[in-house]
T-cell receptor, first 114, second 109 residues
Framework: DGGITQSPKYLFRKEGQNVTLSCEQN?????MYWYRQDPGQGLRLIYY???????QKGDIAEGYSVSREKKESFPLTVTSAQKNPTAFYLC?????????????FGSGTRLTVV | AQRVTQPEKLLSVFKGAPVELKCNYS??????LFWYVQYSRQRLQLLLR??SRESIKGFTADLNKGETSFHLKKPFAQEEDSAMYYC???????????FGKGTKLTVNP
């Protein structure tokens, strides 16, 4: 069953803690993305990666970090420097090149700071 | 900078009525435009893309470069069309997909 898996579905973080959100895909997609979804704000790009061991900042990268050691995996770390981390986080992937197909999205992780 | 504007946060129509969800964009080049939909408790999914000129679930969207618009239309709305709709733009040669803030469509019986 091909797709993108995000885990956990819900995550609670204490103030000052770093937390890591997992994103795994078995679609053999080259590019992977992290978006943050807030009510009334739409989706905003945090980081993206087109190939292994390379990634670029999106529009709201401050307070976040990523790694891309494997093609299938693109974990996102929400650091203590992120001032307002409570949000819904979406991971996506797509093939690069050729006809611009749409992105495939995961089911999301809801992060709450307690 | 590229931008996508969806002027309506909420849109409510009755079943069987026509529906149009507006999307305007600002980008000087040749954009690639998409509509994504998020049904309740489901993941965000691609509805249609302008390059395909397709009709999905009765929805169509035409790219109007003169008006920089990509409005989503359906002649007869169904209750199952109730969802959150996002318009998105991808700049040619870029990996970044820019989303609008979304329109919540409610189709009343």
């Amino acid at each position: 069953d091909g797709g993108i898996t995000q885990s956990p579905k819900y995550l609670f973080r204490k103030e000052g803690q770093n937390v890591t959100l997992s994103c795994e895909q078995n679609l053999n997609h080259d590019a992977m993305y992290w978006y943050r979804q807030d009510p009334g704000q739409g989706l905003r790009l945090i980081y993206y990666s087109q190939i292994v061991n390379d990634f670029q900042k999106g529009d709201i990268a401050e307070g976040y970090s990523v790694s891309r050691e494997k093609k299938e995996s693109f974990p996102l770390t929400v650091t203590s420097a992120q001032k307002n981390p409570t949000a819904f986080y979406l991971c996506a992937s797509r093939s690069v090149g050729g006809i611009p197909y749409g992105y495939t999205f995961g089911s999301g992780t809801r992060l709450t700071v307690v | 900078a590229q931008r996508v504007t969806q002027p309506e946060k909420l849109l409510s129509v009755f079943k069987g009525a026509p529906v149009e969800l507006k999307c305007n964009y600002s980008y000087s080049g040749s954009p690639e435009l998409f509509w994504y939909v998020q049904y309740s408790r489901q993941r965000l999914q691609l509805l249609l893309r302008h390059i395909s000129r397709e009709s999905i679930k009765g929805f169509t969207a035409d790219l109007n470069k003169g008006e920089t618009s990509f409005h989503l239309k359906k002649p007869f709305a169904q209750e199952e069309d109730s969802a959150m709709y996002y318009c998105a733009l991808q700049q040619g040669g870029s990996e970044k997909l820019v989303f609008g803030k979304g329109t919540k469509l409610t189709v009343n019986p």
